[in-house]
């Protein structure tokens, strides 16, 4: 029987670490059945769930739409690049048309943090932040544990490093909520230009340094570069970047042999990670996207209420 | 009032920082100036009106440096008449209204408007302010000689820096002769970038795009250069962080001609309130950091923080009912002010005669108006406080249009009951007094 009461997941910050953990184990039966011939269980059946996005993405707006299918939900895709205000209408008038539609949950994408709050506050329906600005992302980092604790068998107790630009990433903020909540130690590090004041209060050590970051580490996170965004006032050039502060070959072997490399991608292949590290043996790259479908459908499930009086076993098990 | 143009306030107790009094003691109003202070005031009453003022506070009229009046152009936001009214509920007799409306006050023509329907309003006065640069561009300078004529008392291109430096220094010059401040909005415009908080540790935790105190920090730094420069009169407003007090404690200590005001909400709140994303808690400068607002406290108990000012900035709805990032800055602050401070006063922050000094008599000197003081001869501007009452602030309750208060829900002790502004009553009881019920 889950605890789960929630009507929202807006971020890692305010949850409680039985949870987190909930929503992995969740994912852990949900899993399973992405492995079927026939990927897809009643849960959601009848159920609408609006995919907003007021930033360009594909992998996270894919993965949810995924996870929505595979829990027969009838899922829309609203896309509108830009703030809704340059076009004449508010944030809160698109959500209110959206939500005099009657869906269920709505999933959230947009560049101003606290936007999904905004929209918590004043709809009925379930609200999921699927990245709000540098604030959270929550999903992402349940992935990403998820992801660690598949493949060590836990979280607490082990070292994991953040690296790059902490200051615009809400990766990595979920992910330090995430992770200390269950007990690892986080060390974030980044050109001095990308670490924002302030950092240790949610729960991380700084480490400025990679070189210095990576014999502690079991696990290390590499954060995208926005080139695109930076506008040469973070770094001077990609080239730079690359040489002292990309993930290589050389670099890597600083680590324990076993370290693992994850990334929330896209990765920029040769700027903040080497090719043959993302390829390599130590990465879990493409193992967190998998688990991303697994996590999406486990706080669909959730939050739909659709556990109310069942376990998630229970409710997989009829299927399809 | 009645005939005679008699009024009498009756066993209160006056505290005017400009005359030194702190007394229980009547006050007499004869012809819309104080007459007599005293023993005998009662006595020389004769068929005047009486205020029973037993167990209240009277105080100079309190003078705003700083206040959005939105008119002309965003009568939604404000306008003359409805900022008069929350001015006169605040216990303000005078307000000096920022020239960022549309057309931004940069002409004799619109000064001249503003002044028209502060007559209409016939409430509390009315200090225009002119801009710095025409059109607030940060250019060309605005015709100060006309809109002096026309009846500004100070210049400031608040809302927007004047980010060119030789274009500050030529307009500094220039002020010295008409001899008004130029009040400066410091905010080095590349340093706060897109920012909409305070840089530190509550930003980092919400991911909101970070202001550096560094941005005003600079440019107060550059204005402190300036005055050195020019001997202009210069007035810093909306102080927000703590190296900034260091960098006017020092010019100060020069005897340099820089004075300097901070709002209520930044001696009273920290960035801390920002946690919810709640939009009324938006303002340029942004809430800063504890030890900020603990600074600018001890500055404004030691005078380095010459003045309070509100920086009322009512916004619609429609302004602020959005994403945090979109909405605008600005609240109001009008109503609430002197409780804050007297709250201030009461935690023992900053003595009372020097707050009240920040309210009265300093923004009067720093604006070279009539007012500020009750000495025999000053304008009967006058604000009568019960300094006990425990209220609750509920915004739908404002004269104001609007309702963007982070102070909402609050317990405040300390309410104006009655403001009298030239020996006339306009407010009273918590209501307004039109000019036809006088």
Redesign the interface.
Known sequence: MSAWTRKDLLGI?GLEPAEIREILDTAQTMKEISTREIKKVPVLRGKTVVNLFFEASTRTRVSFEIAEKRLSADSVNVSTSG?S?SKGE???DTARNLEAMRPDIIVVR??????P??LARRLACSVINAG?????HPTQALLDAFTIRERLGRVAGLTVGIFGDI?HS?VA?SNIHALSKLGARVLVGGPPTMM????E??GAQIVPRLEEMLPQLDVLIVLRIQLERQGGQLFPSAREYATLFGLGRERLRLGRPELLVMHPGPINRGLEIAPEVADGVSSLILDQVTNGVAVRMAVLYLLSGAHRGATAADAVRGAA | MSAGGRLLIRGGRVIDPATGRDAVVDLLVVDRAVAMVGAGAADACGNAEVIDAAGLWVLPGLIDLHTHLREPGYEYKETVLTGCRAAAAGGFTAVSCMPNTDPPNDSAAVTRAILRKADEADLVRVYPIGCITAGQLGQRMAEFGDLVAAGCRAVSDDGRPVMNAGVMRRALEYSRHFDIPVISHCEDLQLAGDGVAHEGAVATRLGLKPIPAAAEEAMVAREVVLVCQTGARVHIAHVSTRGSVALLAAAKAEGLTITAEATPHHLTLTDEAISGFDTSTKVNPPLRSEADRAALCRALAEGIIDAVATDHAPHGLADKDLEFDAAANGLVGLETALPLILGLVAAGACPLHRAIDALTWSPARILGVPGGRLAVGDPADIAIVDPNEEWTVDPEHFFTKGRNSPFRGWRLTGRVRATVVGGRIVFRDGAIVAAAQR
């Not at chain 1, 947009?110 to 936007?115: D, E, F, N, Q």
């Not at chain 1, 709000?132 to 959270?136: C, R, T, V, Y």
């Not at chain 1, 924002?196 to 950092?199: A, R």
Request: hydrophobic share 30%; net charge negative; aromatic share 0%.
């Open positions: 910050e703030s205000v508010t944030l809160l947009h560049g101003s943090p606290g936007t709050h905004l709000d600005g540098a604030h959270e200051a809400r903020r924002p004041p302030g950092i209060a949610l």
